[in-house]
């Protein structure tokens, strides 16, 4: 060995360079990039393979479910670059990161590298110079029970996906895809959104009214009717049923009532109680309730919250972002108890540090729950200069939860006082409640957000109440009989699905962004601000699943696979075994393959119908969904269902108000001069457009009131020879309702000579295409900025177009934002809106802002450190087909 360094090889590269630091001359740090290899795809199966059991899933089905990994071109390139640096090394850290995922990375760099020097597993869960210090000195073996259970995992979900994918594709359409736990989100999405279709509002009113005493006044309800108890939205089931005994108003029922208890005037305090109470602070994050809480407060979607918090953790300022574990190190209770009395006073800490139980029983208690990293904690002001603005906001968040966590209750007395009024023989209780902190505790430091939830279980009784007593009496004012209509419950947002799925343990909290980020692309799930809404698509996709995989998609089937992956990592259980119980089938499980194998007849046209009333069908077809409509000679029409309609709002009398709608589209603008031809403008499939058609004969007409064709016009037959008629899309300025003849002329005289290049003698077009308006001279075309302009431009004006270079100074103008030049490159950063959405480039390298970030949040560091992430991933990956043999592993050991 040339120079006896060490070669420690992390995951992340930026990773590397702090680690670099901390470990000086000693050692080389070097970058994996993530995974070197995966599971073979389709294309990359060998041609002696394809028949094999290996080549419908690159696993060896009857070999143990071994499988066929390939390395990609950045991973061949990458192994390279490690094995260059291994040969000038005399020991190899493994440093990826301390979980399944990490281990098997680890193992796959043994595997590729096959080093002949000694090899050790380092870990750690912070990265400070003490703690990476500590993590060369406390090395361990790889633990091969979480690479079995990461494999068996991927094989897992591969047989899954690609089965049960491809009834889907062939059943519900193109494109669609089923996934072990993705499957389980979804249906978890529609579910709710078949309880809010099927509930059923009730109404019910009540009275408010202000009681005051002296210059003080407070909110009030009537709770009560000659003792018997007003009803509540909670009293009403989800049929709008009655669930007990209460009274129910009606409008003009609470009106005379609110008009006799204004004619009474004042009302009597009969019972004053005041209830002392504690609040407890909440554990420090684990990665499900940092994503529920960066989505609440912070509106940061799962992933994008996953994304700063990997940022945070790699520039050392948080520990390990993916951990179910709750607890803190000594030092870090110690640090929090610190900072709490040093911001807050002695009396801010119990006389006792906290911990907190986890309920997870699989949790990794090796891994801390996510705090400030070292052993004083820094403050949010103090490393404000440092980060950009998510990353400030972030790490200001698990700051607060760290120290709050380490703080003592908050004391609080809740005063509840009842009010009678006579109101023309009737006695009217009304109630009224505060809360009064005597000692605030943690919530000086922090609270904890709410998820959305139903009716009056949302009120905060947060109003205080002056001194009363027993029979003292208070003037009423401004009583209101008030109308209310229970509501279901709310759809999921980001934060209270992550909380569903680890309350039904479906997936782990390191994957709830990735599951959450797949059916939003897929078109499964949509968000309407913070809710998520599913789609027709997904309905098909799940009643496909309840039909004929119905143990797949259950719940606690679901959660039992994750049980079972945890026995594995834990090494209580076998991946051959268990694969082979899951696939082939045992006793009490019919297994995989025996479900495809026995699927039987699937009628795809009814898997794709929901019947909305007897109203209609909705069905789901290849552009999207549609109401078929009955008619009363036993055919059928199409109605379009608005894209934006939810499923819940597609009502039977919503449905019959579409298809009792006047047809959009096909009205008449009049006559074009130069041939006679009637000038149409119609709404389509693919949005507005004005079509020129043949004059309508004698039988035929226009209705004058409303300038659309009758149906006799639309009933005429096409001639065999006539030409295609010509049209031309609407302006996105324009509209269907406001468009007129001149402007439809105009539409139609599209393409546009502007005239002949005065050089070249090629004349130039002005085009309106699929990617929007451009000019066209010979092969060269030019974006124009704006549609009017294909009516405007003038040939001067077009030459000039012509004279900017194609890219680079004309780009600039369409830049949304511009940045100083990239400190890697040197060339100016400008953020742009492309095709595929929002993008940062500095002109060699395009990198796109992740979902869930907004433009506005982007700067110049956030811009940089995008680039810096695209270059470090390479570039496109492209699938090798290089064969990949398997070594043999032992079966991990059974703990005792």
Known sequence: MADGKKLVIVESPTKMKSIQGYLGDGYEVLSSVGHIRDLASKQDIPADLKKTSVGKYSIDIENDFTPLYVESDRGKKT????????????????ATDEDREGEAIAWHLLEALKPKVPVKRMVFHEITKDAIRAAVDKTRDLDLA?????????????????DVSDVTRRKVGQGTSAGRVQSAATRLVVDRERERMAFVSASYWDIE?????????????????????????????????????????????????????????TASVVSVEAKPG?????????????????GRKLSMSAKHAMSVAQRLYEKGYITYMRTDSTALSTQAVAAARTQAVALYGDKAVPPNPRSYRNNSKNAQEAHEAIRPSGEDFRTPASVSSDLDRDEQRLYDLIWKRTIASQMADAKYETTTVILDVDAAGQTASFTASGTVYTFKGFLEAYEEGRDEKRGDADKAEDQSLPALAVGDTLDLREIEAKGHATSPKPRYTEASLVKALEEKGIGRPSTFASIIDVILDRGYVTKRGQALVPSWLAFSIVRLLEQHFSDLVDYDFTAALEDDLDAIARGEQQRVAWLKDFYFGSEGQVGLRNIVDNLGEIDARELNATKIGEVATLRFGKYGPYLDVPNEDGTSRIVNVPDDLAPDELTPAKAQELIDAPIAGDRVLGENPENGKLIVVKDGRFGPYIQEVEPTSDEDAVDESTGEV?????????????????????????????????????????????????????????????????????????????????????????????KQPKYGARGASSALKEFEADPVSGKAIKLKDGRFGPYVTDGETNATIPRGESVDDVDFERAVQLLADKRAKGPVKKRTTTRKTTTTRKPAAKKK
């Open 209 to 265: 009214a202000l009681a005051a005493k002296a210059e003080s006044s407070f909110a009030t309800r009537l709770a009560r009717l000659d003792g018997a108890p007003l009803a509540r939205g909670t009293d009403f089931d989800d049929k709008g049923t009655l669930k007990k005994a209460v009274v129910v108003l009606t409008e003009q029922q609470a009106a005379a009532l609110a008009t006799a208890i204004e004619q009474a005037g």
């Open 710 to 802: 009758t149906a006799a016009k639309k009933a005429t037959k096409k001639k065999a020879a006539a030409p295609k008629p010509r049209t031309a899309s609407l302006f996105k300025s324009m509209s269907v309702d406001t468009v007129d003849l001149e402007q439809a002329l105009q539409l139609l005289s599209l393409p546009r000579v502007v005239g002949a290049d005065p050089e070249t003698g090629v004349e130039i077009t002005a085009q309106n295409g699929r990617y929007g308006p451009y000019l066209k001279k010979g092969t060269d075309s030019r974006t124009l900025q704006s549609e009017q302009q294909l009516l405007d431009i003038t040939l001067d004006e077009a030459l000039e177009v012509y």
């Open 278 to 294: 504690t609040r407890s602070p909440k554990p420090p994050f684990t990665t499900s309730t940092m994503q529920q809480e960066a």
């Open 79 to 94: 192994v390279a670059e490690l094995k260059r640096a291994l040969k000038n090394a005399d020991e190899l850290l493994l």
């Open 146 to 162: 979480l690479v079995d259970a990461q494999e068996t995992r991927r094989i897992l979900d591969r047989l899954y996906g690609w």
